[in-house]
């Protein structure tokens, strides 16, 4: 090992350090008021009210840390601001359970809120954490709770998970972190979902250092150099319906190598890459000698380059025919063919030939179209409900999804969406969905005018695959199976619905 590699590793190894001590940073501020595990506010004299010591209020704004030793407690800021001066944590939980914090806004501080030391059950929301120099919101040691609904501007990184698992990070607005926006560092069993990252220096989302069988579901990440990075042995991670948009260097990237150190330093392994849109970046997606990685489902559009492999692992880039691999921009191949073995004449909204990035790494099946997929609810008799899942793959852009239902006969269900594209062009759609859902011969209305449909020779008792064209303009779609003679009650348009809002596929914890 040469002394240029002992440096870099030297360096990542304090950049880590770092991220595990920060309950090294006591509260440093001009004072500390503490809530008391009796439930007492020390000093008594502290803007702090509580008329029966389980809610308290703040009562004006305060230059002064805070440290909760009360457990069961909710610490409500009413507006207010904590202002810091540089050291010290806004707010400290050490070894407390289901403490709510909410509605303060929080600046100045090496960290705005720190839980840590085994701390359970605790909920963070609506908290305004500005200009604190390393952290906003930072979890170590700790299971169990949820950061959720706050707004963190600029430090070094915005929210941090580190050793610990079983906490939810949802619907977080992050803007502007010099290193990362979430940071997950030797972590388990998370769910980072729903948060919106911006403009940080390096990673939207970074997990590393052992983070394994967390979920990154449904987030937005722009402009950062990097979207959302999984490295140095993060295995058996789910990343998945993310919006990955205008980074600077890539979209997503699996593995990170340090020059110098050997094929497997930093790779990771088995993470599942699926039904994640990544376009405008630079790169869309990196494989850095990682492996046994399955990435299919993904739109990779308008990227300056769409893929990129450093060390010729087998990573798995379809999910078989079907269901098919991704929708690649620079996809050269046409779809006339349809069927498993590609030998059955007609389109299905996949690629005839396959897209190879390596002779280790090809897409089999790549789609022809934006892939996008739904959560839907139906009904068989007697009144039994089913969640289940309906996928659209299409060139057209598809908006306000819905499953209609008829009130008066619920078996009954239907799919209506709206496709749009350049005036004059042919559109098509594969839609899928379980059989049980509309088991019969379908119709598919376009602008209310019925088109022709194919019910593709992959449609088994378990899945059905309908595929339908049109000339594209702004155009409603209704598909509808075929109703039975005692049920008709023409026009169909007559009939009492109730629109049952279908949402964008996420993994729910």
Same mark, same amino acid.
């Given at each position: ?24 940073? #006591? ?6 008021? &503490? ?126 998970? /580190? ?6 990070? /949802?619907?977080?607005?992050? #803007?502007? %972190? ?46 950062? #150099? ?13 990343? %998945? ?47 850095? &000698? ?49 069927? /498993? ?36 609810? &139906? ?7 089913? /969640? ?53 011969? &379908? ?60 949402? #964008? ?5």
């Amino acid at each position: 090992m040469n002394r240029k590699l002992v440096l870099i590793m030297t360096l990542m190894l304090l950049i880590g350090m770092l991220n595990v001590a920060f309950n090294a940073q #006591k509260a440093e501020a001009s004072g500390t008021i &503490y809530i008391r595990a009796d439930g007492s506010v020390d000093p008594p004299t502290a803007e702090l009210s509580s008329n029966d010591n389980m809610t308290y209020s703040m009562t004006g704004n305060l230059n002064i840390s805070i440290v909760i030793e009360k457990n069961d407690i909710l610490f409500d800021g009413a507006g207010y601001t904590l202002q810091g001066s540089g050291s010290g944590n806004g707010i400290e939980l050490s070894e407390r359970n289901n403490v709510t914090i909410r509605d303060i806004e929080i600046r100045g501080f090496y960290q705005g809120i720190l839980i840590y030391n085994f701390s359970r059950g605790n909920d963070v929301f609506g908290i305004r954490a500005i200009d604190n120099w390393y952290g906003g919101i930072c979890v170590d040691s700790s299971a169990n709770n949820n950061i959720t609904g706050n707004a963190i501007v600029n430090g070094m990184e915005g929210i941090i998970l /580190s050793g610990s698992e079983n906490n939810l990070v /949802s619907g977080n607005n992050i #803007k502007g %972190s010099e290193f990362y926006g979430l940071n997950l560092i030797s972590t388990s069993n998370n769910w980072v979902e729903n948060n919106e990252i911006s403009n940080c220096g390096w990673h939207g989302i970074k997990l590393w250092m052992a983070s394994c069988n967390n979920t990154i579901d449904g987030n937005n990440v722009t402009d950062c #150099k990097v979207g959302i990075e999984v490295s140095y042995s993060s295995n058996n991670n789910t990343v %998945s319906a993310n919006c990955l948009s205008m980074n600077r260097i890539v979209g997503v990237v699996i593995g990170f190598r340090i020059p110098e150190s050997g094929p497997d330093w930093g790779g990771a392994a088995d993470n599942h890459i699926i039904e994640n849109n990544v376009t405008s970046n630079n790169l869309g997606i990196e494989l850095i &000698y990682s492996k046994n990685n399955t990435v299919f489902h993904n739109n990779i559009e308008e990227n300056n380059a769409s893929v990129a492999i450093i060390g010729s692992y087998v990573n798995t880039w379809d999910d078989g025919y079907p269901s098919g691999g991704n929708c690649w921009s620079d996809y050269a191949g046409v779809d006339e063919k349809s069927g /498993s073995c590609q030998n059955e004449t007609g389109s299905d909204g996949i690629g005839d030939a396959a897209y190879a990035i390596d002779a280790n790494n090809v897409d089999h099946y790549p789609l022809v179209g934006m892939f996008q997929s739904y959560d839907v609810t &139906y009904f068989t008799l007697p009144l039994v409900a089913h /969640s289940c899942n309906v996928t659209v793959i299409s060139n057209s852009t598809v908006s306000n999804f819905a499953s209609l239902i008829w009130i008066e006969h619920p078996e009954v269900i239907m799919i209506e969406f709206n496709v749009t594209g350049e005036e004059g062009t042919t559109g098509f759609c594969r839609v899928s969905f379980p059989t049980a859902m509309m088991n019969s011969a &379908y119709h598919v209305f376009v602008n209310g005018t019925e088109v022709p449909c194919t019910l593709l020779p992959c449609s088994n008792s378990d899945y059905s695959y309908l595929y339908f064209t049109y000339m594209h303009s702004t155009d409603k779609v209704t598909i509808t199976p075929e109703f039975p003679s005692f049920l008709v009650l023409p026009p169909f348009m007559i009939m009492t619905l109730l629109a049952v809002k279908a949402y #964008k596929r996420r993994t729910r914890r």
